[in-house]
Structure formats: structure tokens, C-alpha cells
């Protein structure tokens, strides 16, 4: 496999958004499909993701990420809009444990407090001494404890960043203490991840934790391993124990708390719920679990525990209140647009629960509650209601303390639309609260949108414009159907800590939503409070009884005309009427073009015999067949006469001598006479000799003239049939 350092993280979300999440590619998205985006990442980016985050949102794309590593957790959660979806992990072995939640997390975003930020002291650096005391006895076994020091690797891997000034120390115990580390040996985080990552398991039977605590007070947080308790540097006491303790805890415990160290305990599989109680400094930092795979699940309340204690120097957000009661005043312009209707429709048929729920906010919003600066005395509310049509503004009601009854002038806009969000809609608003608004109030608009009509740039600039015209807020809110929201949300300003919550008409208590948002408006306008944590909402109380029946209400006005029917179905047919008089004739048309072959028509019927014609003349020969097969052969024929002796043959080439030998080979055939050699010299006559023997016969001499032809001989016997022969041309033609 290839290994890289750094990540582009940006350019894959777009690349994805794209290229795969668009019909071509499969998708479904245009026929309202959920569409999901699992991110698994384990390093921090080396690009931006703002870009591929905007796509994903405003395709409706719904992101959800599992990271582990050095990743950056600000830049997952830019794509994936909400830190809920972010599943942060130390390793993927860890997946099964979170398995669970991320699938639930489909059907919507659990429940369970994302992990905040740390707030650094002034000087930019976090400083804290963490001790570990983990139990290494049989309660745990040797495979638990593996997964024991990574959830402590885990831990310190997360609240150490570069730049910290962190101390860890680590020991286990089982009847008594090892330490592994103090405070002051290892002075880096690789270091310190190293040297857990190297501890032995010591087993053990038997378990004293009060006297392991009690070892941690006297040898661990104390100068001379290293700590910084006389510096007033937060000490943190992490406490894993796997069984019931053979000696007394609450002792120990209380004087380790007393020390000013502060205390978390965790027990895993059988432990007494009561005795984690006891060790741990307060409820919320006591934890138990099942088993230890679910130690990784404690990552993120752990850290939100200690957000706290993490801190060196805590700066004070909120200033002191004024006893002193002051008046708070408040203007709200609530403002909608329903494009897409023609003028006449009734927007209301676009958008039901429009109707509902401006009742809802408009009711809310006049009963707003005391805030911390304005004494036994609620703020005073001022609404008005304004949309901006395509030939200009269009009100509803001017700013004054909301009746029940101005709610009727909102209602009869229904068929005045269709009604725009663009750069004047904003100026609209603008022009509002300086010709009907008060000097000392404090502004804010509310406008319920299906999306802009205008290209964003535009409508930034006159966002700006009202922000410095001494708007304080302007709060969106998206209709059913709404378009590209995400872009319609960088209009707004002056909503604090809550901006990234996009406020949408389908939230069941958008009411209390937009209350809060004006009372938080509010606390910092009136009363200089930067920021305001309200408690959790409480459930929503038990129907009411049904009230009494209310008197006939007043004869309404004349409706407005429906609108124009469609057409009717068709009636049945007319009497035909008389034939017309014949029309002139048209003028004579073009000539056309060629038209195609007709089809082949069917075979007809034989017809009947001719007669006989006249005898034709006579034709000329037809040419040679061709040449016939051979015969059968023939019979034998005469014996043919003797020939003549042939010549000679040339004499041939010499043989090859044989080889040597010494043996005597049997006598050779008689050899051919030598040439005759020169005659010698005349003897002495001999005597005469007896008769000689008969000398050799010569060589046959030359052949005579031929002689004269004999008579015929005697008839020789019939010979053989011969082949047959080829057959001759045809003949002439015959008469008819």
C-alpha cells in the first residue's frame, strides 16, 4: 500500500459531490431520495473544505464522518454542519464500538454532547499534571489491560496539542503499586504515548485501591515527581478499577480530594457502582461500563468533564449585572416571500403551515420574558409586518404591541403575492425602521424565506447596509421547498454562539426558537451580556381543557373571484348539419417526389394453353458437347513383330577397390583378355610345336545388309477390345 502524510480532503468531498451524488452516476437525488456522505479520514487535511462542504449543502446532501488520527475536528464539522455526526475515534479498530450510534445517526443526529473546544489560558497553552492509576490485577486480564492503556494513549492523544504544557504519570496496582512514570520523565506527547504503549501487565489476585490512591497522593502529586500543585497547575487523578476493593476507599479519596487533586473513576465490568462513586470527586466524573470496548465511548464526556479543569486561567464572559433595572425595547419587522405563485393565487396553498406558525412567533415574541437586567419588568415588543412585492413593499401592520386581531391584516395578503427576497427586500426593511421605528429600540427582522431571488453578492451588500443602519439581528427562517438555504443563511448576523442552527418552518417549536434567539438578542443589546446559556427546555405540558365556545364572529367580506376554472370535459356530439357548398377549387400543388416501390404483388392464376405455333426454320448448329467418359477397354490386340537389337550400352565406371586382406578369397571369375602388346624381339626358333589349342572366338563383326522381306506369317489370335472412344459430334436436327 501507499502511505501519505497529508490528505486533500476538500477537493474528495467536491470530487464526490459532483460526480457521484448527480442522476448520471445513479443517484437519486432528483426524485427526493435521501442522499448520505460517509467520510472516513484519518489525517488532517491540506486543503480547504469550505467549498465542498457549501456543494454538499446546498445539494441537501446529508454528511456524516467517522475521523481518527491528527485530523481536525473544526473542518469535519464544516462538512458534515453539525459536530453531532462527527464520530471521532483513536483507531479504525474501534468502528464496532461506535456502530451503533453512527447507524443511528441516519434517521437523525443523536443526542450526545459533541466534545468542546478547550478553552487555552491567555497565554495560548493549556496546563494541567494527569496521574493514571489502572488496575493491573485478574479483574482485568492481560487482554483488558491492552485495551486499557490504549484508552489512556487515547485520552492524552486528545487533550495534548502542540504548544501544551501537559505532565502525565502513569502507574497500576494490585495489592500494591508499580509506578510506571512520574509527572516529570517524559516531556512530549509521543513520549509519554510511547512509554503506555511499553507497559508490562502485572496481574494479581487481590486489589487494595485505597492504598493505591493513597500512594498516588504521597509519591505522585507532590514536587518531587514532578508536580506543579504549589503553581496552582490543575491536578487530574484518572482512576481505573476492574473489582471491589479489599480495603476502604472513601478515605483515601477524600484526602487525595482534599489535596486539591481532582478525581475520575471508572469502573469496568462488575465493579460496585457505589464504591466508583466514592473515589470519583462528584457524580459527573464518575463513569462505569460493561466492558472495556466501551471505554472508547467515554472519550467524549471525559473531555467534557474536564473542559473545565483543563483551563490554567479562566476568563470571566459575563460582567457583573446592574442592580439597577433598565428599560429593554425591541422592534421586530417580521418579513416573508413566497416566489413562484402568479398575483391572485393564494400563497398559502404553497405553503400550508405558513399560516400557523407566523400565529405562533407573532404570540411568542409579545410575551417575552424577564431578562437579568430589566428587573421584575419584561422587554417591550414592537411588531410590524412587511413582504416586498415585485412593484414594491406591501404592509400588513405598523409597529405597535401585536393584537390578535392584526393578525387578519396578515392573512389577506394570501392573494397579493407572489412576494421576493432581493437586495430592496432588505432596503425595505431598512427604510421601515427609520420612518416608523424609535431612536433607543433595539431592531431585529425576522424574515421566513423559500429561498433568494437574487444573486447573493447583491443581497450581502444590503445585509451590510442594514447591519450598519443599527439593525441588530436578522434571523431567516426557511419555508417547505426551500432552495439553497445554506447560501441564504450567510445573510445573517447577530444570532451568537446558535448561527450554525439553521432555523427551518418544519421545527416543532420554531416559536421558542426565534423567543430565545430575541432574548439572547436582548441580554447583549440591553444589558451587555455577550453571551447567555438558557437551560434545557422542559416538555411540553399536557393539553389544555377545551375553552367555551366563542360568540358568531362578524359577517365576512365579499370573496375575492375564484380563479378561472380548466376546461370542462367534452360534451356529447351535435345533429350533423347540412353538406356546405362546394369550395372553390385550391391552386394546383407541387409536384411531389418520387415515390417509394410498391410491394411485390401476389403470383397469379396459370393461364391456359397456347396453340401450336408455325414449324420454325431450321437452326444453326449447336456447338460440340463435351468430351465423353473413356470406354470400356478393349480386346488384345496382334502381337507386333520382333524389333531390332539395340546398340551397346557405354561401359561403366570402375568399382571401388576393396580393402586389404590377407586371406585367400575364393578364386575370382575369369578376367577379360589384356590389350595385345607389342611384339617381341624374334626368338630362337623353336622347335616345332604339336598342334595348338583352338584360339578364342573373336568379336562378333559388323551386322550385314538386311534382307529381303519374308512372307506373311501365319494370322496371330484376335487381340483384346480396345477403349472406347470419344464420343462424336451431335447430329443434325430432325425434321418436326
Known sequence: TTRFRSTNTGKAVEHVARNFFVKSAGSRIEEGVPQHLVLLTGGRSRDDVTSGSRI?????????????????????????????????????????????????????????????????????????????????SINLGKDNFKVVLDFVAGITDAVYDEGDSLQIGLAQYNSDVTDEFFLKDYPTKDQIIAAVENVEYKGGRLVNTG??????????????????????????????????????????????????????????????????????????????????????????????????????KKETLCPKVSDTPRDCKLEVIIGFDVAGRTPGQDIFDAQPGLELKVRHILDRISKMQRISCSGDKAPSVRVAMVAQSATGPVEAFDFGEYRPELFEKFTRLRTRGPFILAARTLQTYLNKFKTGGADDTVKVVVHLTDGIDEALPELQKASAALQSGGVKALLLVGLEGVTNFENAMHLEFGRGFTYTRPLKLNLMDLDYEIAE????????????????????????????????????????????????GGAG??????????????????????????????????VGDI??????????????????????????????????????????????D???????????????SKGEMGPVGDPGSDGQPGSAGGPGKNGVVGRRGLPGAKGNRGGPGQAGSGGEQGMRGSQGPPGPTGAP
Not at 611 to 616: K, L, M, P, R, T
Not at 617 to 636: E, F, L, V
Not at 654 to 668: A, C, I
Open 517 to 564: 434567539e430575541l432574548d439572547n438578542i436582548a441580554e447583549k443589546a440591553c444589558c451587555g451580556v455577550p453571551c447567555k446559556c438558557s437551560g434545557q427546555r422542559g416538555d411540553r405540558g399536557g393539553l389544555g381543557s377545551i375553552g367555551a365556545k366563542g360568540a358568531p364572529g362578524l359577517k365576512g367580506h365579499r370573496g375575492y373571484p375564484g380563479e378561472e
Open 654 to 668: 570402375s568399382g571401388e577397390p576393396g580393402t586389404d586382406n590377407t586371406q585367400r578369397g575364393s578364386r575370382g
Open 56 to 136: 454538499l449543502g446546498s445539494a441537501g446532501i446529508k454528511s456524516l464522518a467517522v475521523a481518527s488520527g491528527d485530523t481536525d475536528r473544526s473542518d469535519i464539522e464544516k462538512i458534515t454542519g453539525d459536530s453531532r455526526l462527527v464520530f471521532m475515534i483513536r483507531d479504525f479498530k474501534e468502528l464496532p464500538n461506535i456502530e451503533n450510534r453512527f447507524l443511528q445517526s441516519f434517521e437523525g443526529p443523536v443526542d450526545i454532547l459533541p466534545t468542546p473546544p478547550v478553552v487555552a489560558p491567555t497565554d495560548g497553552k493549556k496546563e494541567v499534571d494527569i496521574v493514571f492509576l489502572v488496575d493491573g
Open 569 to 602: 370535459e367534452r360534451g356529447p356530439p351535435g345533429v350533423t348539419g347540412t353538406q356546405g357548398f362546394q369550395g372553390c377549387p385550391g391552386q394546383r400543388g407541387t409536384k411531389g417526389t418520387r415515390g417509394f416501390s410498391g410491394e411485390k404483388g401476389q
Open 607 to 652: 393461364g391456359l394453353d397456347g396453340i401450336d405455333g408455325e414449324d420454325g426454320d431450321k437452326g444453326i448448329p449447336g456447338p460440340s458437347g463435351p468430351r465423353g467418359d473413356h470406354g470400356a477397354r478393349g480386346d488384345k490386340g496382334a502381337k507386333g513383330d520382333r524389333g531390332d537389337r539395340g546398340d551397346p550400352g557405354l561401359r561403366g
Open 211 to 312: 492504598a493505591a490512591i493513597k500512594h498516588l497522593r504521597e509519591k505522585h502529586f507532590v514536587k518531587e515527581a514532578g508536580s506543579r500543585i504549589e503553581r496552582k497547575v490543575p491536578q487530574i487523578a484518572f482512576i481505573i478499577t476492574g473489582g471491589k476493593s479489599s480495603d476502604d476507599v472513601l478515605t483515601p479519596a477524600k484526602a487525595l480530594a482534599d489535596h486539591g487533586v481532582k478525581v475520575f473513576a471508572i469502573g469496568v465490568k462488575n465493579v460496585d457502582e457505589e464504591e466508583v462513586t466514592k473515589i470519583a470527586s462528584n457524580h459527573a466524573m464518575a463513569f462505569r461500563v460493561v466492558n472495556v470496548q466501551e471505554l472508547s465511548e467515554l472519550n467524549e464526556q471525559v473531555l467534557i468533564s474536564m473542559e473545565e479543569l483543563l483551563v490554567a
